[in-house]
């Protein structure tokens, strides 16, 4: 009990001290902002990996931490060339030999 307590007030201590703090989950076909791509892209599907998302770009698709995935706000100005790229995309390499992934 007293090493539960001391964990927990460990944790507290460091979420502050580091400015960590839970993110909303994103939901499938939402459009996000990938801050180290600096693009944007759309949540295809969930990552096999703990808050993790493959997101579908104009270049095709890539798997980030959610982290690294901001909202972008309703009614913003997308990426143009996301828009203008061809509907039919070659699937990212996990997504044909990982058994977790659902493609649709």
């Excluded at 909303?24 to 993790?52: C, D």
């Amino acid at each position: 009990m007293k090493d539960l307590k001391l964990k927990e007030c460990n944790k507290r201590n460091f979420d502050r001290g580091h400015g960590a703090k839970e993110l909303r989950q994103l939901t499938r076909g939402e459009r996000v902002w990938i801050r180290n791509m600096k693009r944007y892209g759309k949540i295809h599907a969930y990552a096999p990996f703990p808050r993790s998302y493959i997101v579908q770009t104009w270049q095709g698709q890539v798997q980030r931490n959610r982290v690294h995935l901001i909202r972008a706000p309703e009614g913003s100005r997308l990426d143009r060339s996301f828009h203008e790229a061809p509907e039919t995309l070659q699937p990212h390499h996990l997504m044909n030999h990982h058994p977790l992934l659902d493609p649709q």
